[in-house]
């Protein structure tokens, strides 16, 4: 069974910084399309980035240009790098992984969730 645990989650002023983790279990997930979800209070999951096993990135616009998605296979990590951060971002992020034919930019594209971890910004 594949576990996806995320961490870096916290409290941060407007205009700081967090970096999230995301390791997995099992090795073949090194082979998948990694990304970021998030959940505001009472609102639908929304995708914030992707990555390919070969490197290619994906981003929403709302976060481009502030958040960097990478990974590192031989952890079996994958980070997502949030800079200058605002209210707005303030919800619970979650890896998941997919195959990498699939379109990422979609949810129900990926096999394996994380529980996630709450991101808080205060203005």
């Known amino acids: 069974q594949v576990q996806l645990v995320e961490s870096g989650g916290g409290l941060v002023q407007a205009g700081g910084s967090l970096r999230l983790s995301c390791a997995a279990s099992e090795r073949t997930i090194s082979t998948y399309a990694l990304g970021w979800f998030r959940q505001a209070p009472g609102k639908g999951r929304e995708f914030v980035a992707a990555?390919?096993?070969?490197?290619?990135?994906y981003y929403a616009d709302l976060v481009k240009g502030r958040f960097t998605i990478s990974r590192d296979n031989a952890k079996i990590t994958v980070y997502l790098q949030m800079n200058g951060l605002k209210p707005e971002d303030t919800a619970v992020y979650s890896c998941?992984?997919?195959?990498?034919?699939?379109?990422?930019?979609?949810?129900?594209?990926?096999?394996?969730w994380g529980q996630g971890t709450q991101v808080t910004v205060s203005s």
């Open positions: 990555i390919r096993s070969s490197g290619s990135t």
């Open positions: 998941a992984a997919a195959r990498n034919s699939a379109s990422l930019y979609t949810s129900g594209s990926y096999s394996y």
